[in-house]
């Protein structure tokens, strides 16, 4: 199972950008499809987007659609979530997750099972 550590949380002003990243271990990366969700506070956790193994098939949220671009470098075993235009709405705080399969079949969190243990965006000034 992979073993997954998110970085590149951080405090930014609204219209900012900002790069998570995150490093996965323990398993061959390129059979999982990959996934960035975010909890903002008293709602839960949302999938906002998703890459698949091969990172030839990427699939985003309504609200981040056009704003935010994921990636992953496999030499790396990295998945990154680049994040543009960012908004008081976009805080929260992310999560990367992996599937068991190479596929974005959903967004949904019960359909991924390895997860990070998060870090913090704050969108303010």
């Known amino acids: 199972q992979l073993q997954l550590v998110e970085s590149g949380g951080g405090l930014v002003q609204p219209g900012g950008s900002l790069t998570l990243s995150c490093g996965a271990s323990?398993?061959?990366?390129?059979?999982?499809?990959m996934g960035w969700f975010r909890e903002a506070p008293g709602k839960g956790r949302q999938g906002i987007a998703c890459?698949?193994?091969?990172?030839?098939?990427?699939d985003y949220a309504d609200s981040v659609k056009g704003r935010f671009t994921i990636s992953r470098d496999t030499a790396k075993n990295t998945t990154f979530l680049q994040m543009n235009g960012l908004t008081p709405e976009d805080t929260g705080k992310y999560y990367c997750a992996a599937r068991g399969g190479r596929r974005c079949t959903s967004r949904h969190p019960s359909d991924f099972r390895a997860w990070g243990q998060g870090t913090q965006v704050t969108v303010g000034s």
């Open positions: 890459i698949s193994g091969s990172g030839d098939s990427t």
């Open positions: 323990g398993s061959t990366f390129e059979l999982h499809a």
